[in-house]
């Protein structure tokens, strides 16, 4: 079975830019996640999809960020205006229901300079 | 969600066992004890749950007393390639109106030395 694909795996962008990471959850995986998840601390979620909507996304910093996931299927999250503090790895995760385990993949780590 | 306590880090040899103990003195009756695994590069990746006494898995064992105020996972016989940070979470779990969020402390990083 195919894991959770995001790319690009790494980018580096000047402040006050824009930038956008896709992910493609596993195949019949209801629920999306997006998670940051900067130097030294554990991931932190920004947003929870179920199917095309939006279940929580009470820690997105919404002046600044975006996500959606138009089809149920794979979904964007974008920044823009990136900040400095936004230099983190962006990891996607999902799961067949809200109720079950989270797969989580390898990530994109951005860099703000 | 209850919150966790685990040790910053922990070194440890190949071949020894690894025991990481994290408490959650405010877990609540509907949680359940999850553990996750991240390798450097990688996202996380479950590896265990528990809910009371011994869970054993092919990766691991969970214990947890009977006041569940505190649990701690077994690594038997590490190598090299268990060098990895632990995340210990604590919250509801299979509970559909719960929407299963987890949230991450800053994990315990275990190093196997040859």
């Known amino acids: 079975e195919a894991g959770v694909a995001q790319s690009p795996r790494y980018k580096i962008i000047e402040k006050r830019q824009s930038v956008a990471f896709w992910c493609n959850p596993i195949?019949?995986?209801?629920?999306l996640y997006w998670y940051q998840q900067i130097l030294g601390q554990g991931p932190k979620l920004l947003i929870q999809?179920?199917?095309?909507?939006?279940?929580?996304d009470s820690q997105l910093p919404k002046d600044r960020f975006s996500a959606e996931r138009l089809k149920g299927v794979d979904s964007t999250l974008k920044i823009q205006p990136a900040k400095l503090e936004d230099s983190a790895v962006y990891l996607c995760?999902?799961?067949?229901?809200?109720?079950?385990?989270?797969?989580f993949g390898p990530g994109t780590r951005l860099t703000v300079t | 969600l209850a919150k966790t306590t685990q040790p910053i880090s922990m070194d440890s040899y190949e071949g020894q066992e690894v025991n990481i103990t994290c408490s959650h003195n405010?877990?609540?009756?509907?949680?359940?004890i999850t553990w996750y695994q991240q390798f450097p590069s990688q996202g996380p990746r479950f590896i265990i749950q528990?809910?009371?006494t011994k869970v054993t898995n092919e990766v691991a064992s969970l214990f947890i007393p009977a006041d569940r105020k505190s649990s701690t996972l077994s690594l038997p016989r590490v190598s090299l390639s268990d060098t990895a940070v632990y995340y210990c979470l604590v919250g509801p779990w299979m509970i559909k109106a719960a929407g299963n969020k987890l949230t991450f402390g800053g994990g315990t990083r275990v190093l196997v030395k040859p």
């Open positions: 405010n877990i609540a009756t509907n949680d359940y």
């Open positions: 999809f179920q199917n095309n909507g939006v279940v929580d």
């Open positions: 195949s019949g995986h209801a629920t």
């Open positions: 995760a999902s799961s067949l229901r809200t109720d079950y385990e989270q797969y």
């Open positions: 528990g809910y009371k």
